[in-house]
């Protein structure tokens, strides 16, 4: 009996070396522009050519800018990486989605939105979040430099087969809490480091019932309890989700993908190295509030007493609130809010716009709030205005950015300036990850919109 991990690993596997490292087989690379340079400077100093170029796809997301991308990009670093980006992937041969172009955006949400990535696939990308793609039913995980190198000359990488963990989330989130309160909830029980080393399957009805919006979420966010990876076996949500995207399977050949794809579950009889559980009910809208994804809590919930935090981590707990400008053992809700954020690989997608504009219908935007609105593609851009969306942020005060990372991490124009506070939809709110001294505070879409329109941390549900 097998894991879902399993069964596309072995399927993968070349050949295994004798010290037990596995040649493992890559179906999809994806390049952005700032893992990728010195990649392709390997391949031009050997004088080797991507081994199947069809197989890569290419596109700027970390440096662009999130207005006036008709304009050159003003930041010399950055348009410098851009513009590589493009070179390489001209000189090479490779697909290549620039600025302005309808299949550009944040690489994974770009990926599964056009039926590139699909069930059963092992894909990689410099980037840590590429474990993303997993909620399609995928072994994706992020690599180095060196490692894109490896795969852009022999689509094939040297790896040790990870462990496998299960988590299954039993029962219904209740109303007013998102798949993004969900993954914060797992990570502050698991901590950041509670799933090194492995490869996690999240399972149980809470997540059977997730769209693939929510799923995307929440496997995106599996690196950062230190987790290799996260998928979720694809099911009829998968199958209708990938119809008549750009890349999927049609006609006789899509019969005969879902034909494979249903087979793709973890068997019944299938031992995991590890199974955790939660129960859905118990999650209410989450917040951090230190300098790791891990530190999160209940937004109604206090901040907790140095008492309650285990000893080898009082020092870094204590460093965490001092850089926040927090207090041990006071409320979260209440606190100041001067920017917030709704965007990046995390919550980019369209139905994290559908639940902000929720929220902000009728209202207006709090005075002295910044917020940068930052769709994940100019597809997710697109669906917003024939949907209406645009309109219903513009009456509350809003306005609408083009697609980008943006002020997920300070390499754009989009920074957060030291000591402001920020509510973001983003992964990470390390030090300095927004901006050199920005204070970063993690949530969902529905607890970014609650702080945008009242200018403090506000449980959704209140309003």
Known sequence: MKTLFEKIWEKHVVDTLPDGTVQLYIDRLYCHEVTSPQAFAGLRKRGL???????ITCMPDHNIPTQRQEQPIEDRVSKKQVDTLEKNAADFGLTHYGL?????????VVGPENGLTQPGMTIVCGDSHTSTHGAMGAIAFGIGTSEVEMTLATQCLLQQKPKTMRITVDGRLREGVTAKDLALYIISRMTTGGATGYFVEYAGEAIRHASMDERLTICNLSIEMGARGGMIAPDETTFAYLD???FAPEGDNRDRAVAYWRTLHSDEDATFDREVSFRAEDIEPMVTYGTNPG?????GECIPQLENIDEASRASFLKALDYMGFDAGEPIAGKRVDYVFLGSCTNGRIEDFRAFASLVKGRRKAGGVTAWLVPGSWA????????????????AGFELRQPGCSACLAMNDDKVPAGKYAVSTSNRNFEGRQGPGARTILAGPLVAAAAAVTGRITDPRTI
Not at 49 to 55: G, H, L, V
Not at 100 to 108: C, D, Q, V, W
Not at 380 to 395: F, P, S
């Open 244 to 246: 008549n995207r750009a």
């Open 295 to 299: 530190m999160g809590i209940g937004v």
């Open 380 to 395: 997710v851009e697109k669906q917003i205005r024939a949907e209406g969306i645009d309109r219903i942020l513009t009456e």
């Open 100 to 108: 302005l172009h309808p299949k550009n955006g944040i690489i994974h």
């Open 49 to 55: 050519q991507p081994f199947r170029p069809a197989q």
